[in-house]
């Protein structure tokens, strides 16, 4: 059942007939008396979708009042805002207080219905008891686990697999909540150190959602300037400035029915923030150089190494945006608290690198695991990946037609690792002060942003700003220089 609390009965008619051509069951009440008696007496309520004031005062206070009874005796029902005197402020003080939602009057019909279909289908998902292992077939060693979301470990389209190799708690955890919502529209958002596979979730949830058949379209922010967001997300027209020699199609539309996946969306500048957070919230942009509004059927998800609730303190990131993206929160564990999912991982990696480059298929030492369970990994899996395939490419192996595999008894011993750890660390010492005599102009820039990545703990928007050049183009070095 939904609730719909309004003092203005032509709403609460309109709203009624909607949502009951859609086949749900509602009610009403006209005011916060009349609705917190229905909250107390109907144990099957699903949702409520509420009005902020009623009566002559629109600073919205009755409103934010009434959402904190409401969640005093039903914190698992979602409320959904809506108001004719919204203002972001307003939307933000409900977002904190445990709204699930924000809609302003006069809504889109299609927006509205989107939005309670999301939060009551997040509802239905929640286990009353269940554990994250319950939902998954543990792989055997050497077996990867497919996904991780789906009930069998074939899944999807038919036409992609994502693999999410491991058994640890911390990860069957975020993989446990990535199933329940990846049928829903609802933004997520997946945090986690660079190199914890937070793309490969986000794919994962895409294959396993309604939207599997449709695009997924992978857009890193951080290589994005300022001047080119609009362009790149919404696409231009020819001549609608200087250099736009022709039509060019935005991210946005060449993700239409289907997940668009915003990497590291911490990098973005306030700027930017503004005008993604009005397709996030109305979803509707325009193209550069046309005034033809377009309707944007995506699902987002955002994912970034940033701690974004300190960003927004700092003044950094828009909290209206935070909360925005911000309905379904999977955080990915590092490396290293994830030890147990090491030997899958190597084993995993060995049989690729043997498999692409020809190689006979060989193991790790019982000691060769040990000696990599105990490293600390700041690259995380990315980094182990990276070692395990150096070593078995400097290591004396004989080869075989490429693409075939061969059995070998041949073992990578603790000291093999050894020998290529120096060559996986990043990033490299950097060159003493005054100690740049004989050093190549590519040294001496690769040494010096690897000495300001390492001074602001890998804040690149601190390193681009110490360095004197743009995020796009500290991107670029970092990726020339193998950084």
């Not at 491991?166 to 990535?178: C, D, N, Y």
């Amino acid at each position: 059942m939904i609730l719909i609390v309004d003092d203005d009965r032509a709403i609460r008619v309109t709203l009624t007939l909607l949502l009951e051509r859609n086949g749900y069951m509602v009610t009403s009440a006209d005011g916060p008396v009349a609705a917190m008696e229905v909250v107390r007496n109907h144990p099957d309520l699903e949702l409520v979708l509420m009005d902020m004031n009623y009566t002559l005062a629109t600073d919205g206070e009755e409103g934010l009042t009434l959402l904190k009874q409401v969640k005093v005796f039903r914190p698992d029902v979602p409320v959904i805002l809506m108001t004719a005197w919204g203002t972001i402020d307003l939307a933000v003080q409900g977002m904190r207080n445990g709204a699930f939602d924000f809609i302003t009057k006069p809504w889109d019909n299609s927006v509205l219905m989107d939005r309670i279909e999301t939060a009551i289908l997040l509802r239905r998902s929640q286990p009353d008891s269940e554990t994250p292992q319950s939902s998954f077939q543990h792989p055997k060693r050497g077996e990867s686990l497919t996904c991780g979301i789906g009930e069998s470990l074939t899944y999807g389209t038919g036409q992609s697999l994502t693999y999410i190799i491991g058994q640890s708690q911390g990860l069957l955890s975020v993989l446990a909540t990535a199933r329940r919502v990846a049928s829903t529209n609802a933004p997520v958002l997946i945090t986690g150190e660079s190199g914890t596979g937070k793309e490969l979730i986000a794919q994962a949830i895409h294959e396993q959602s309604r939207r599997a058949d449709k695009p997924f379209v992978k857009v890193n922010l951080g290589g994005i300037s300022t001047a080119l967001f609009e362009s790149e997300m919404f696409g231009h027209k020819k001549g609608s400035f200087t250099d736009a020699k022709s039509d060019r199609t935005g991210r946005f539309e060449l993700a239409e029915g289907g997940t668009i996946f915003l990497d590291e969306i911490g990098e973005l500048e306030l700027a930017s923030q503004v005008k993604l957070l009005r397709v996030l919230q109305d979803q509707t942009y325009e193209v550069l150089g046309d005034s033809v509004t377009k309707r944007a059927d995506v699902r987002v998800v955002c994912a970034t190494n940033a701690d974004l609730r300190q960003m927004v303190n700092d003044k950094t990131f828009r909290e209206d945006l935070f909360y925005r993206i911000n309905i379904i929160h999977l955080h990915l564990p590092p490396l290293r608290e994830r030890q147990e999912d090491i030997p899958l991982l190597v084993e995993h990696f060995i049989r690729q690198t043997c498999f692409t480059n020809g190689l006979p298929i060989a193991t790790a030492s019982p000691e060769a695991i040990q000696y990599l369970q105990s490293l600390p990994f700041p690259g995380n899996i990315r980094e182990l990946k990276n070692l395990v395939e150096r070593t078995l490419l400097m290591s004396p192996l004989p080869s075989s037609p490429k693409g075939e595999e061969k059995p070998c008894g041949m073992q990578l011993a603790a000291e093999d690792f050894q020998a290529n750890i120096q060559e996986t660390n990043t990033p490299k010492e950097p060159l003493p002060r005054g100690g740049w005599e004989g050093a190549t102009l590519e040294e001496i820039e690769r040494n010096s942003i690897a000495a300001s990545i390492q001074k602001h703990n890998g804040n690149l928007s601190l390193v681009a700003k110490e360095l004197g050049i743009s995020r796009g183009a500290l991107y670029r070095k970092i990726e020339k220089h193998g950084l």
